[in-house]
Nanobody, 122 residues
Framework: QVQLVESGGGLVQPGGSLRLSCAAS????????MAWFRQAPGKEREGVSR????????TYADSVKGRFTISRDNAKNTVYLQMNSLKPEDTAVYYC???????????????WGQGTQVTVSS
């Protein structure tokens, strides 16, 4: 059974940093587009960042551009999301997902993690 397991969430003060990890089992992540989504309380889930399979091209939502960095380590079968200069509005459950699409449409992602909570608060 394919598993994507996120880790690295937690409570951080505004302006702080966290690094989320997404480790995969069964599937080999370098064949997939990998993305991070997030869902804040009372809001729809939204795409945050994705990295392509072929050329590791990265894409970011405007709200996180310049603050978040997505990367992949194919040798470790793991994808990361480095989050800097965190703001209270970044508070959400963060999910990683694997698929073959070229957008943040959720239907293009076939495997999902269970999510990790990120809370930005003083």
């Amino acid at each position: 059974q394919v598993q994507l397991v996120e880790s690295g969430g937690g409570l951080v003060q505004p302006g702080g940093s966290l690094r989320l990890s997404c480790a995969a089992s069964v599937i080999t992540l370098d064949y997939y587009v990998m993305a991070w989504f997030r869902q804040a309380p009372g809001k729809e889930r939204e795409g945050v960042s994705r990295v392509s399979a072929s050329d590791s091209k990265t894409t970011y939502a405007d709200s996180v551009k310049g603050r978040f960095t997505i990367s992949r380590d194919n040798a470790k079968n793991t994808v990361y999301l480095q989050m800097n200069s965190l703001k209270p509005e970044d508070t959400a459950v963060y999910y990683c997902a694997a698929g073959w699409g070229d957008s943040f449409l959720e239907d293009e992602y076939h495997f999902w993690g269970q999510g990790t909570q990120v809370t930005v608060s003083s």
